[in-house]
């Protein structure tokens, strides 16, 4: 019996000797590895900034504070994401105000956006689910037809206007909708590069961001760093100049930075991501084309304006419920391949049922979970492998 994983990193010689390289360097921590990577991350997304830091949680986080969000403020995330959507939401002491699927979807409803904006709201979080770029024209539209009801209490809100737009790309880096890449269409946008993403650094994210009016790209750079490294006014490359010991802590900040051994997966992994996402959309689409008979919904990753990051490939079992959905994935393990759940809603959850919120009250999120399952769709599958998930997940929900 094979052992397919669900998803591995992809790692190659090219990774191994970057780390090397890092090592051997000296300079393990923050440093020119991870100044090259931003740089080289703002241009593939096609914007003049990025910053790195340890996960996209963080750069959610910082992004929140920087825009000075806090109690008495209101986010809206979709009750359809994991929780570092919405936790970061939490940390900063401002409340989650979630919003149901539209029917027979996963993204969140865009109808009810704009009914879910109050004088409170300050930011709104989609989430670019399995890496294909949600409706940000909606997105937008919502908040302007609200823009009358945006109090700004700092001058970064004042240059915005209306409420900001961040997006949860976590999955999503490489994604393409009406010829722009994720990373240039939403006013902040989050990339993970965890283990499991496309591109990994181990651990770690990139936060990219618009132009915004009046406010300067190397002030916003440099609050990023501040907040990431202790609120010490000099990095530890910045250090290294000679007679330059010497810093400022201006504030009691974090620690969330990431070190040039992270940084260095990463860029020999950029190098070679049109190689992987290639080879993912091949992937995806021979389960499109095997799938298309079945009794199964899937999503539309790839079309003349838009490409996915095809990150997951999250099929819905048309009719079934959940202990079904639960069975297949058993019985796929049965036969060596790992399968999983993409996602189990907030509202299901410990810790965002203390917070008041209830499943019954986001249906269209339970019914797009209850019989969703992930197959597996990573690099490392062979086209032996694709057939043998294929010809066992067609077996067992014929059956």
């Given at each position: 019996?094979?052992?397919?994983?669900?998803?591995?990193?992809?790692?190659?010689?090219?990774?191994?000797?970057?780390?090397?390289?890092?090592?051997?360097?000296?300079?393990?921590?923050?440093?020119?590895?991870?100044?090259?990577?931003?740089?080289?991350?703002?241009?593939?997304?096609?914007?003049?900034?990025?910053?790195?830091?340890?996960?996209?949680?963080?750069?959610?986080?910082?992004?929140?504070?920087?825009?000075?969000?806090?109690?008495?403020?209101?986010?809206?995330?979709?009750?359809?994401?994991?929780?570092?959507?919405?936790?970061?939401?939490?940390?900063?002491?401002?409340?989650?105000?979630?919003?149901?699927?539209?029917?027979?979807?996963?993204?969140?409803?865009?109808?009810?956006?704009?009914?879910?904006?109050?004088?409170?709201?300050?930011?709104?979080?989609?989430?670019?689910l399995a890496g294909i770029i949600c409706?940000?024209?909606?997105?937008?539209?919502?908040?302007?037809?609200?823009?009358?009801?945006?109090?700004?209490?700092?001058?970064?809100?004042?240059?915005?206007?209306?409420?900001?737009?961040?997006?949860?790309?976590?999955?999503?880096?490489?994604?393409?909708?009406?010829?722009?890449?994720?990373?240039?269409?939403?006013?902040?946008?989050?990339?993970?590069?965890?283990?499991?993403?496309?591109?990994?650094?181990?651990?770690?994210?990139?936060?990219?961001?618009?132009?915004?009016?009046?406010?300067?790209?190397?002030?916003?750079?440099?609050?990023?760093?501040?907040?990431?490294?202790?609120?010490?006014?000099?990095?530890?490359?910045?250090?290294?100049?000679?007679?330059?010991?010497?810093?400022?802590?201006?504030?009691?900040?974090?620690?969330?930075?990431?070190?040039?051994?992270?940084?260095?997966?990463?860029?020999?992994?950029?190098?070679?991501?049109?190689?992987?996402?290639?080879?993912?959309?091949?992937?995806?689409?021979?389960?499109?084309?095997?799938?298309?008979?079945?009794?199964?919904?899937v999503l539309n990753h790839y079309g003349?304006?838009?490409?996915?990051?095809?990150?997951?490939?999250?099929?819905?079992?048309?009719?079934?419920?959940?202990?079904?959905?639960?069975?297949?994935?058993?019985?796929?393990?049965?036969?060596?391949?790992?399968?999983?759940?993409?996602?189990?809603?907030?509202?299901?959850?410990?810790?965002?049922?203390?917070?008041?919120?209830?499943?019954?009250?986001y249906p269209n999120a339970y019914n797009?979970?209850?019989?969703?399952?992930?197959?597996?769709?990573?690099?490392?599958?062979?086209?032996?492998?694709?057939?043998?998930?294929?010809?066992?997940?067609?077996?067992?929900?014929?059956?």
């Amino acid at each position: 019996m094979r052992n397919i994983p669900f998803s591995p990193p992809d790692m190659s010689e090219a990774e191994i000797e970057e780390v090397c390289k890092a090592l051997r360097s000296g300079w393990i921590t923050t440093g020119p590895r991870t100044k090259e990577f931003e740089k080289l991350i703002a241009q593939y997304c096609k914007t003049d900034r990025a910053v790195c830091l340890n996960s996209a949680t963080a750069c959610m986080e910082l992004a929140l504070r920087i825009l000075g969000v806090g109690p008495g403020d209101e986010v809206v995330v979709p009750a359809y994401t994991y929780t570092a959507t919405a936790s970061v939401v939490c940390h900063v002491g401002a409340k989650v105000v979630m919003i149901d699927c539209a029917p027979d979807s996963f993204e969140m409803d865009y109808a009810k956006l704009a009914d879910a904006i109050t004088e409170r709201t300050k930011v709104v979080i989609p989430v670019d689910l399995a890496g294909i770029i949600c409706d940000y024209d909606k997105v937008f539209a919502a908040v302007e037809e609200q823009k009358h009801k945006f109090k700004p209490a700092n001058d970064i809100q004042k240059a915005f206007g209306r409420v900001i737009v961040m997006a949860d790309a976590a999955h999503a880096f490489g994604a393409k909708c009406n010829d722009k890449m994720c990373g240039e269409i939403a006013d902040f946008t989050s990339f993970s590069f965890h283990a499991v993403k496309n591109l990994t650094t181990a651990e770690g994210g990139a936060l990219t961001w618009r132009p915004i009016t009046g406010i300067d790209d190397d002030w916003l750079y440099k609050q990023f760093q501040l907040l990431s490294l202790h609120g010490q006014n000099k990095d530890a490359l910045a250090k290294t100049k000679l007679g330059a010991w010497e810093y400022d802590i201006v504030a009691p900040y974090y620690k969330c930075n990431m070190t040039d051994i992270m940084a260095g997966i990463g860029l020999a992994q950029l190098k070679r991501y049109a190689e992987l996402l290639c080879r993912r959309r091949q992937i995806a689409e021979r389960y499109d084309t095997a799938l298309n008979n079945c009794n199964v919904q899937v999503l539309n990753h790839y079309g003349n304006r838009h490409s996915s990051s095809g990150h997951l490939y999250l099929v819905r079992l048309l009719g079934k419920d959940a202990e079904y959905r639960n069975s297949v994935i058993k019985q796929m393990a049965e036969r060596g391949i790992a399968c999983n759940v993409h996602y189990k809603p907030l509202p299901m959850m410990t810790a965002y049922k203390a917070y008041g919120f209830d499943i019954a009250d986001y249906p269209n999120a339970y019914n797009q979970y209850r019989n969703e399952i992930t197959l597996p769709l990573h690099t490392r599958l062979s086209d032996d492998d694709v057939n043998y998930i294929i010809s066992n997940f067609v077996d067992i929900i014929s059956q």
